[in-house]
């Protein structure tokens, strides 16, 4: 068959030739360039060539102009499409021994001809083996891009990987490559070469190899990596990856570690083999996504695999939980009297897997498989891990019970009601049992997670694929009342019966003089109830506050501040952080009646000047009390501490302190009588204690009876100071709000209509600058230049991020704000910072006209720090308050 | 000692240590961090570092090029963790020269340091295939709640080089040759790109050594008699300025011990970004804010600072002086994720040599106040640049695969499982 190709371009054309090495483009010389239709036989006679047609093939040769007689090149035309016309005077190719190379032209006209040349040459090699081998439309349609490739041998592996690294340039021939691939069975065809090449020890072709499979990844056909994992392949495929180039002196073991190390468990067997198959799969995609391609993926390829196995999980799970019989079967592992010790640890390390898998899935699949896992006695084998010898079962128990009550609260609170009234011990209190228990640290603190997760008031309201109201938005509006009831329910049994046990390591400190002494386990229990404690102080509004006072649970806090641990002092200073957050008047009265102001003073008297973590916890606490303008505390420390904190001068916070209580002292008694008189009493009270606790629960009670709708809003009517808030307040919204200027505030900002009340009058000056808020949401803003950022991430999720469009995790780069909907905090403290993010598109005066970026606060930072009430020590300083106020 | 030197030299070799070992340091260094202050004084000599991402052999890498410790006194600015396979072994190997060599070794905190962020790009998920339960991700996610959130380098001199040659920039490039040495300037023209330090240097040398600065900058003059006096000192940070932080001081009134918020003062110095902008812009992050030159410069004249050195972007160059040498992005990660194909550097900030260094204190307030005759020079640099750790040293990296699987091994996490009790939640309403 010979080539009707057109006349080749015979007129030399001048031309550079150069040729890629080691990154650097090498010039071979200048020389004059020619296409060819050349003889095998005879790179010289054209006649011999015109004989015997069929040999003829087409070249591009250069000849040097200095040597007449020396080629600078002499390439054969490949049926490729790796040749690149680059500008007007540039051809780029990659010759099938891998090199590049790369003809620049001295005319633009003469790259032209050259160009035609190679195009047509391309364009007819490609019809012929399209008519050839491929008689469907699409090799009509585009026939330049049907790959072939030689039937592999370890001869033509540097050719077949040229082919297909330069098919992967282009997005037609990649596919027409992959399908190339798989109906040639190409990848089978490519093992037998690996076991060869190892028996030569040719590193070279191992390497050659390595890299044709890597490519052929690459190329992303969801097909062929469902074929790569099957059993015919696999081991071929991943010793194949075994020799990478890139580590040449290095050789993995994929083949050893998937067939030795790693193991099948069966708990129970698994009868379908179309399922079975599907776990082997899954977990060989699972392995050449973390191992064998962790280095090499590409985001497509990478988003491939997570898909299909994510897919592949669906498919297990729905077939093992609808599987009724194979149900039966796993749960009765932990009935028989039977079954191995190891069997029931598996069987619950099993379960857990299903469980940690589930939640992947979607909602109502999650929802169908814990009820057939319930139905099959799911309770029980919580109940058999839990009180499990070995440290990892309990922690899988625990992982599955927190599981669940993430999936559905209200399931598990149904399930502890019914316990309790079928006069069993109700899991709450196993949950403590084992906590106070507990000597492994790791399950102590996943447990301390499980109850307050149990108790977390706000996991009853997340409804499946709506987005999750913020803190504050469910608190402003009434909440779906069935949920609010059952959950009110769930929390009074919880303080009437359990919350005593719960805390009873901390009651009991009551007799204790010292602290010293206290074994790891103690220090780590108490640490994770005082935790527990802010977390209630935060999330259970009336309920926890009711509880602490009574217990007397903040002045057994306080005793912890003698700790000679730190992280315990530091763990008690947030307790009380918290509280004073919350700027709530019957927590901020019983630290004053039990005079607790007094050890965190003196906390920061044995610390100062040094400057160290427990120092500066301690100074914010003050600070923002400071800041606040909280004028109980205020008036409290200045008239019991004022000569210790003369004494503070390495900071001016103190004396900012003292200087506010003589303002308050001198100017605000005629306002606020009641207050100061209430303050007063209670001074008197906090020395007669039997009385202050008696007038205190009177007040309780008054609070509880009055203030059913206000359960999350507390506002004590006798208390002036949080008179500005609410609708009916005189000021219609806060002068300043502090809450977003407060960098570190980390106890409870969520009620904004709570400290309206607290700017001073000589304020309202500051509210027209109501431009630059640095405070804005970061939504509103288009990402700015730094593309070079490595962590720059664009704009909002969408609802189905999470479900299937999962990317890649180095993809998707860092980003605070898909994080933003965290719900519950880890340790006490941030999860309110959470809330203070929600606040301002929620926030009673409506919402926020949206903000230009362009915001200069410098200078505002910098020169306005005078004025204002908060004077010049604020961390905030005024440019922060000024640019909150945005209404 | 000898239980700390051994996990040393497991961690060195890249072994991971046993859970009860893990504990036990994370105990320590809680310990020895909470008596750090938000912002950690430190001495120099100081070698400052940027972002390490979990590429263990090339933080080796580091430390060859660099100097082992404890011959050099280091500073890492965060990002620790995550990305990289074996943010466990970096974290904790640096970890125990802390605890080891609490003097020489300064670690403060970047963003990455944080429970909710290691969920999702890779150090949870690592802790848990290599010990099959979140325990030790706890404990080191307790350590960083303690981590300082900066430092300042105090007692920096003013010159790099030997006594022959002073400059005040010296680039070594990744063979370990000087490729750009940069007299200083007193206008203030330092290392603006180092993208070409050749040429840059070679522009800049040829009016090096004048002492007096361009004719109305207030420098000229008095400049050549503030030699040795008063350099200011070098503020570290992981990512940068806050506008709710105008002063150093004010960061000693956070209480840092809490996960990294969302907002605040402690949030922007974790994530913030300096950009070619005027005064303050939102981050495309969703967290900290973009900050222009007028808010370093100002920064620095009111905190007595001649230079911020901060991390948290990838350079290709491994380091980028932006603003008239008033802040720098060190980058220590050299190719990236495995693949960027970038260069890695640190910075070197050597001590005073005529002795004034000795008692070098810094004070918020001695550069305010004293007019404009006082010129702060910026500390005498010297960038090491290198590349990834050699293929053949490291093995090929990959994740440690779980041996044993009932079902399928736990995939694309995006959260934790149940435990930590605050995040599990993230992404689901997303």
């Not at chain 1, 007094?598 to 040094?610: K, N, Q, W």
């Not at chain 2, 990455?112 to 010990?131: A, M, N, P, W």
């Amino acid at each position: 068959m010979a080539l009707s190709v057109p006349n080749p371009p015979t007129t030399p054309r001048r031309v550079k030739v150069y040729e890629l090495r080691n990154n650097d483009w090498f010039d071979r010389g200048t020389g004059y360039c020619t296409g060819q239709l050349v003889n095998h036989g005879s790179l010289v006679s054209n006649k011999v060539a015109d004989i015997r047609g069929a040999q003829d093939e087409p070249h591009i040769q250069v000849k040097s102009e200095e040597e007449q007689d020396r080629m600078l090149l002499e390439t054969k035309i490949i049926k490729d499409d790796g040749y690149q016309k680059q500008q007007e005077t540039l051809i780029v190719w990659t010759e099938p021994h891998g090199t590049d190379m790369a003809l620049s032209f001295q005319e633009p006209e003469g790259c032209a001809a050259i160009w035609e040349f190679v195009s047509h040459v391309q364009s007819h090699l490609l019809s012929i083996s399209g008519a050839d081998e491929i008689l469907s439309d699409d090799a009509n349609e585009t026939p330049i891009s049907s790959v072939m490739l030689p039937s592999p041998e370890l001869g033509n592996l540097t050719e077949i990987e040229a082919m297909i690294r330069s098919a992967s340039s282009t997005n037609q021939a990649r596919d027409s490559l992959g399908k190339f691939v798989l109906s040639e069975d190409f990848i089978r065809k490519l093992i037998p070469l690996l076991e060869m090449a190892e028996d030569l020890e040719s590193l070279e072709n191992l390497h050659r190899l390595c890299n044709i499979m890597k490519m052929i990844i690459l190329l992303n056909d969801t097909l062929i990596i469902e074929h790569i994992v099957t059993d015919e392949v696999i081991f071929g495929v991943v010793g194949i990856l075994e020799y990478d180039p890139d580590f040449p002196s290095h050789k993995a073991n994929h083949r050893q570690f998937l067939s030795d190390t790693s193991k099948f468990k069966e708990v129970v067997p698994i009868k379908d083999p179309e399922i079975k198959k599907k776990i082997h799969w899954t977990y060989r995609l699972q392995y050449l996504k973390d191992v064998v391609l962790a280095r090499i993926l590409d985001d497509p390829t990478f988003s491939v695999l997570n898909s299909l196995i994510f897919f592949n999980q669906v498919d297990i799970l729905q077939h093992l939980q609808s599987n009724q019989a194979f149900l039966k079967e796993l749960f009765s592992i932990f009935h028989s009297t039977e079954s191995e010790p190891t069997q029931k640890k598996n069987g619950v390390l099993f379960i857990q897997q299903c469980c940690s898998i589930a939640k992947n899935l979607q909602g109502p699949v999650r929802t169908q498989l814990y009820s057939h896992f319930i139905q099959n006695g799911l309770f029980a084998v919580i109940d058999f891990a839990l009180l499990h010898d070995d440290a990892s079962v309990r922690i899988a128990g625990t992982d599955v019970l927190v599981a669940m009550i993430d999936h559905d609260p209200a399931m598990m609170r149904a399930f502890i009601f019914r316990q309790i009234s079928d006069k069993q011990k109700p899991l709450t209190d196993t949950l403590i049992e084992l906590l106070l228990g507990e000597q492994d640290l790791g399950v102590k603190a996943q447990i301390a997670d499980a109850i307050r997760i149990l108790l977390d008031p706000s996991t009853g309201l997340q409804v499946e694929g709506l987005g999750k109201a913020s803190d504050i938005t469910s608190r402003l509006h009434p909440r779906n009342h069935n949920a609010d009831r059952e959950t009110e329910n769930f929390l009074k049994t919880f303080y009437d019966d359990s919350a005593k046990k719960l805390f009873l390591p901390l009651s009991e400190l009551d007799n204790r003089k010292s602290l010293k002494g206290l074994s790891i386990a103690e220090v780590s229990l108490f640490s994770h109830l005082v935790d527990t404690l802010c977390f209630f102080v935060r999330q259970h509004a009336f309920r926890g506050k009711y509880f602490l006072l009574a217990e007397n649970l903040p002045s057994r806090v306080a005793q912890l501040l003698q700790s000679p641990e730190k992280h315990l002092k530091l763990s008690a200073l947030k307790f009380f952080r918290t509280c004073v957050g919350l700027q709530d008047e019957f927590y901020i009265r019983h630290m004053i009646k039990w005079k607790l102001f007094g050890p965190i003073l003196g906390i920061v008297i044995d610390t100062m000047p040094r400057d160290n973590l427990l120092n500066s916890a301690c100074l914010e606490f003050f600070e923002f009390i400071k800041r606040e303008n909280i004028k109980q505390i205020i008036v409290h420390l200045g008239e019991n501490y004022r000569d210790q904190m003369k004494e503070i001068t390495y900071v001016d916070t103190f004396n900012m302190l003292i200087l506010r209580c003589e303002q308050l002292q001198d100017t605000t008694m005629p306002s606020s009588y009641v207050q100061e008189d209430k303050s007063i009493r209670n001074h008197v009270n906090g020395a007669r204690r039997w009385q202050g606790v008696k007038d205190m629960d009177a007040a309780e009670e008054e609070y509880f009876n009055t203030s059913d709708e206000e359960d999350n809003a507390p506002t004590p009517k006798d208390s002036p100071i949080k008179g500005a808030n609410g609708s009916g307040s005189p000021v219609p919204k806060p002068l300043v709000d502090y809450a977003d200027d407060d960098p570190m505030d980390t106890a409870d900002e969520s009620k904004p209509e709570e400290k309206g009340g607290t700017a001073t009058p000589t304020k309202p000056a500051l509210e027209g600058a109501s431009s630059a808020s640095p405070t804005t949401s970061p939504t509103t803003l288009s990402p700015t230049s730094q593309k070079s950022d490595s962590d720059v991430l664009s704009g909002a999720p969408t609802p189905e991020r999470l479900s299937e469009k999962r990317r890649r995790e180095e993809e998707d780069d860092d980003e605070l704000g898909k994080l933003r909907n965290k719900r519950r905090s880890p340790t006490c403290g941030s999860g309110s910072v959470n809330v203070l993010t929600k606040k301002r598109g929620s926030g009673p005066g409506g919402s926020p006209p949206t903000k230009k970026i362009a915001i200069n606060l410098a200078v505002k930072t910098s020169t306005g720090s005078s004025d204002g009430g908060g004077g010049g020590g604020d961390v905030t300083g005024d440019g922060g308050g000024e640019a909150d106020d945005e209404k | 000692m000898s239980d700390l030197d051994h996990a040393i030299s497991l961690l060195r070799s890249c072994k991971p240590i046993p859970e009860p070992a893990v504990r036990e340091l994370c105990y320590k260094a809680r310990e020895l961090l909470i008596e750090e202050s938000n912002v950690q004084l430190v001495d120099a000599p100081v070698t400052i570092c940027g972002d390490i991402h979990g590429q263990f052999h090339d933080l080796m890498e580091l430390f060859r090029v660099g100097g082992d410790v404890p011959e050099t006194n280091y500073l890492f600015m965060g990002d620790f963790v995550d990305r990289g396979f074996y943010s466990l072994e970096s974290f904790l190997l640096l970890l125990s020269l802390k605890v080891r060599y609490p003097d020489r070794i300064t670690l403060i905190r970047g963003n990455h340091e944080s429970r909710q962020i290691t969920t999702v790009y890779g150090f949870y998920d690592e802790c848990l295939r290599k010990y099959g339960s979140a325990n030790v991700w706890r404990y080191c996610c307790e350590v960083f709640d303690y981590l300082a959130l900066g430092a300042l380098v105090v007692g920096a001199g003013s010159f790099v080089g030997d006594e022959t040659e002073e400059c005040e920039v010296e680039v070594v490039g990744v063979g370990g040759d000087v490729v750009t040495r940069l007299k200083r300037r007193d206008d203030g023209a330092g290392l603006m790109n180092a993208a070409n330090p050749l040429q840059e240097g070679s522009a800049s040398g040829g009016d090096g050594g004048t002492v007096g600065g361009p004719p109305g900058s207030g420098a000229s003059g008095s400049s050549g008699g503030t030699k040795g006096v008063n350099n200011g000192a070098v503020l570290c940070v992981h990512g940068g300025l806050s506008p709710l932080v105008d002063s150093v001081d004010k960061i000693r009134l956070l209480d840092r011990k809490q996960e990294v918020p969302h907002e605040g003062a402690m949030c922007d110095l974790l994530w913030s970004d300096p950009d070619e902008i005027d005064g303050w812009g939102l981050s495309p992050r969703g967290a900290g804010f973009l900050f222009g030159a007028d808010i370093v410069k100002h920064f620095n004249h009111l905190n007595n600072l001649t230079l911020i050195a901060r991390a948290h972007q990838l350079v290709m160059e491994g380091f980028k002086e932006m603003f008239d040498s008033s802040i720098v992005t060190v980058w220590s990660a050299p190719n990236y994720c495995y693949r960027c194909g970038n260069v890695a550097a640190i910075l070197e900030l050597g001590e005073e040599r005529n002795g004034s260094g000795a008692g070098a204190q810094w004070s918020a307030t001695a550069g305010r106040g004293q007019g404009s005759g006082v010129v702060r020079r910026g500390p005498g640099r010297r960038y090491r640049v290198f590349e990834a750790a050699p293929q053949d040293s490291r093995g090929m990296p990959a994740k440690k695969p779980v041996a044993d699987y009932f079902l399928v091994n736990i995939t694309f996490r995006r959260r934790k499982p149940g435990v930590g009790g605050f995040s599990w939640a993230l992404f689901r309403m997303t």
